[in-house]
Each structure stands twice: as structure tokens, then as C-alpha cells.
């Protein structure tokens, strides 16, 4: 039966702001306490959403979290009035009130690890939430998550459901921003690729030493387990310490793939070559295009500075792909010269198209962060909540509930001001009612 990939790409919601609160994400860090634009933010992503709808391609929409998030304020100790727990919580700490406020839940990449029926042993398509163990404002997120997966993808049937990996960072997992899958179709069995920073386990194997490798061996072998794929199907690989010490945070900062075509630096990887063999070995088809990008290309700061890897590869109607980058790589010469070269060449990408999403860029997310991929059958995709599937009369719909509820600049103080908690929470009670969620959302319990 044949598939689509689906991107669910995350709706940035009120609260968007540079708390620089992501240690080892440059972008976050050099950004932090800057003036930001949330209703620029959201209307950014929305427009990348209905380009690739114009494109051809299925687009789903991926609702953001509650923020403030007033409950784990009160499980912190703050008591009193909604206000008064806003005040008493800036003034003992601005940086825990604004991990709090954080909009990081725009960039779903995170949101959970999706395995799709063609590879699980049940037939199903697996979903597990990510814990984002490792940093305290992300971490607030997987309930929520959860229960928003589960609206969207309702049916037992044909979807599977797992909780996050227990709360610690010996299973820290970051979702798919360290998952790729390669196959020759959609519908064809895959080979599932977990990229993992450290093994909890095992102090001795090689591991960054400035900056935290969020996401563990560990992990990643529980996802797998979990979703019942195949030793034959599954590899997994170190992430070069050495590179998360550049900031790069994520293998999705240094990799991407699509299909039968795999985007990574040649820096990626601990073990390049043995990676190389392995899946070039347990590849099910003969087209597969590994494309190395050295350094003498594109740097490593480079490659962090613009996100060149941190793109989506989509798979277009007839067949070739297209790379979706952030304006970023298109004004630095040597990604601008290397993108050039790399459509030029014979592989199966083509063609490039950049789009504005600086707002994002500016708190540490690219393109592909904010998407998480979905490979689905026709009849999955008719059991997904069609309400959550993007058409030009839900975009409509978007944009006009954006402009209508949220602020065009954000301060870090403007977080303290409970009319702003009151704007998040009247916006997202609209928002579950525009994509048929149901009380996703603890204020509406």
C-alpha cells in the first residue's frame, strides 16, 4: 500500500522568547534576553507549513503547550493568585520562571521518536514521547505530548502509543532530532538509524567534554525494543563527541536523510566508516547516495551558524527532492556554493528552496526542527485527526488566529505579567477547538 511521509511541523505559541536556556545550542545561548517576536515566529512557521502544501506535499499542524506553566510553578512552591505566583516566581528567579514560559515545544523534531507500520512487528505506527531529560524547561513537556500524539493519532487500530523513557539522564532521549530513516519508498521496510551521544552505562567510551550529550545509547536501544524493530532493520551510531562540542546538539545539525539519501558531514560521526559499512550493508536496495560534506566545504561553525544539515530533504510528485533551508544558507558563500554544487551533482536533490524562519534560528532550531516526520499509508493517513491536517482553509483560519492573540515583541519581563498567561490559555482553548484536540490542556480539566 502505498505511503506519504507527513510533516507535522510545530505551531510556535505565545510565549515565544531568547531565555537562552539550551547550554550547547550556540544559536540559544548568543541570542539570550534579546527582544522577541512571537506573532512573527508563528506566521514564519505557518508560511513554511502552506509552501509545502502548495508544493504537493501533506502537511500537518502540531498544537504548542500551555505556557506559563503555572502547575509546575505551584509544584516549585510558588503559592497564591495565578499573579502572584507569576511575581513571587520572577523576583526568587527570572531564569526558572522563564524556563516556565518556554515555546520549545515549536520544535516537535523533539517531540517523539515515530517508527512507521512497515517496520514494527505488530504493523503499527509507534510513537514514543521524548523525556528531554536533560534540560528542565524541555522536560516539562512529555504528558502533554503525549496527549496531544494521542488526539491526533486516535485510532488502535493503526497507532501505538508509548510513554516517555523514564526521567533521568541514563535514558535520555531528544525524539527524532536523533532518529533517521532511510528506504527505498515510503511503504518499504526502513532502516531505522539512532544516533546517540553517550552510554549512560559505560563511563569509559568516548563523551563530550564542554557541553552535555542529551541523548544516550540506552535510550535509544528502549525506543527500538519498544517498537518492535528488527536487529537487521536498526543501527546505531555515535555522534563525534568532538562535534558536541561545537554545538552541535543535535545529530540533526549535522545529518539528514531522506529515502535512499543520507546528508551528513564527514566530522558526524565517531566511527564514519564502520557506520558506512553497516549501512550500506543492511540497506535493502542498491540506490542508496551517502553524501559526505567535508570540512574543506563547509566547517563545522558553518554548518552550526546557518543549519545547513538542520533542513528537511522532501520527496516531491514526481519523484525528486527538493532540500527546505533557512535563508541563512543562501547568505553564507561557502553553504550557498556547496548547496549549488550538491544539485548539480547526480543524486536525486535537485532543487533548494529557502525560506525566513529567523525568528526560530535566532533560539536555536532550523527547518527540520520544526517537523516531526510521519511516514503513513493511505489508510493511516485517513485515520489521522483531519482537523490537524493542514488546507489552505485551516492556514486561513491560523494566520488569523495568530495576528488576533498574539504580541509582536516579548520581553523577558513581559513574562511576569499574568494578561499574558490569560492571552496563551484563551488562544490555545480556540486553537484545541480549530484542530479537534479536546482538553489537551490542564487549564480546560
Not at 523534531?109 to 523525556?131: E, G, I, L, Q, Y
Not at 517498537?227 to 563527541?241: I, K, S, W
Amino acid at each position: 500500500m502505498k505511503s506519504v511521509e507527513v510533516n507535522f511541523d510545530g505551531l510556535v505559541g505565545p510565549t515565544h522568547n531568547y531565555a537562552g536556556l539550551s547550554e550547547g545550542n550556540v544559536a540559544s545561548l548568543n541570542n539570550a534576553n534579546e527582544c522577541s517576536n512571537p506573532q512573527q515566529a508563528a506566521l514564519q512557521g505557518l508560511q513554511k507549513m502552506k509552501s509545502l502544501h502548495d508544493m504537493g506535499l501533506v502537511q500537518g499542524v502540531f498544537a504548542p503547550q500551555e505556557r506559563p506553566d503555572i502547575y509546575t510553578l505551584k509544584r516549585l512552591g510558588f503559592q497564591g493568585t495565578d499573579e502572584q505566583i507569576l511575581a513571587s516566581a520572577y523576583n526568587a528567579s527570572p531564569t526558572l520562571l522563564a524556563a516556565c514560559c518556554s515555546a520549545s515545544t515549536m520544535w516537535t523534531a523533539n517531540a517523539a521518536t515515530v517508527s512507521p507500520s512497515a517496520d514494527t512487528s505488530n504493523n503499527k505506527v509507534h510513537f514514543t514521547s521524548a523525556n528531554l531529560a536533560n534540560k528542565f524547561h524541555r522536560s516539562l513537556e512529555p504528558e502533554t505530548t503525549h496527549n496531544i500524539l494521542k488526539r491526533m493519532f486516535a485510532d488502535e487500530q493503526y497507532f501505538e502509543h508509548h510513554k516517555h523513557l523514564n526521567d533521568n539522564e541514563h535514558l535520555g532521549d531528544e525524539g527524532a532530532a536523533n532518529h533517521t530513516r532511510l528506504c527505498e519508498s515510503y511503504e518499504a521496510t526502513g532502516l531505522e538509524i539512532f544516533t546517540y551521544g553517550r552510554t549512560a552505562f559505560n563511563h569509559s567510551n568516548p563523551a563530550p567534554t564542554k557541553y552535555p550529550a542529551r541523548q544516550t545509547l540506552e535510550a535509544s536501544q528502549s525506543i527500538a525494543r519498544l517498537h518492535g524493530l528488527a536487529a537487521e532493520n536498526t543501527v546505531f551510531v555515535q555522534q563525534n563527541p568532538n562535534v558536541i562540542d561545537q554545538g552541535v546538539f543535535h545529530n540533526d545539525v549535522i545529518a539528514v536523510g531522506n529515502q535512499n539519501v543520507l546528508l551528513y558531514h564527514e566530522q558526524a560521526y565517531l566511527n564514519t566508516a564502520t557506520f558506512k559499512a553497516e549501512v550500506a550493508s543492511k540497506y535493502k536496495a542498491d540506490n542508496l547516495h551517502l553524501l559526505e560534506v567535508t570540512t574543506d566545504q563547509v566547517s563545522i561553525q558553518d554548518a552550526v551558524n546557518t543549519y545547513l544539515f538542520n533542513t528537511q530533504i522532501v520527496t516531491l510528485a514526481r519523484g525528486n527532492m527538493a532540500i527546505i533551508a533557512p535563508t541563512q544558507c543562501k547568505e553564507n558563500p561557502h553553504v550557498s556554493d556547496y548547496l549549488h554544487t550538491l544539485v548539480e551533482a547526480s543524486n536525486p536533490i535537485n532543487h533548494v528552496e529557502f525560506f525566513d524562519v529567523n525568528q526560530s534560528m535566532k533560539n536555536g532550531g532550523g527547518p527540520a526542527c520544526l517537523r516531526l516526520r510521519v511516514a503513513l499509508t493511505e489508510q493511516e493517513l485517513a485515520a489521522v485527526n483531519p482537523s490537524c491536517i493542514l488546507s489552505d482553509c485551516l492556514y486561513t483560519s491560523l494566520v488569523a488566529w495568530v495576528k488576533k492573540h498574539y504580541r509582536d515583541q516579548l520581553t523577558l519581563t513581559d513574562l511576569r505579567d499574568p494578561q499574558l498567561l490569560t492571552e496563551s490559555r484563551t488562544a490555545l482553548d480556540e486553537l484545541s477547538q480549530l484542530l479537534s484536540l479536546g482538553s489537551v490542556y490542564r487549564f480546560q480539566r
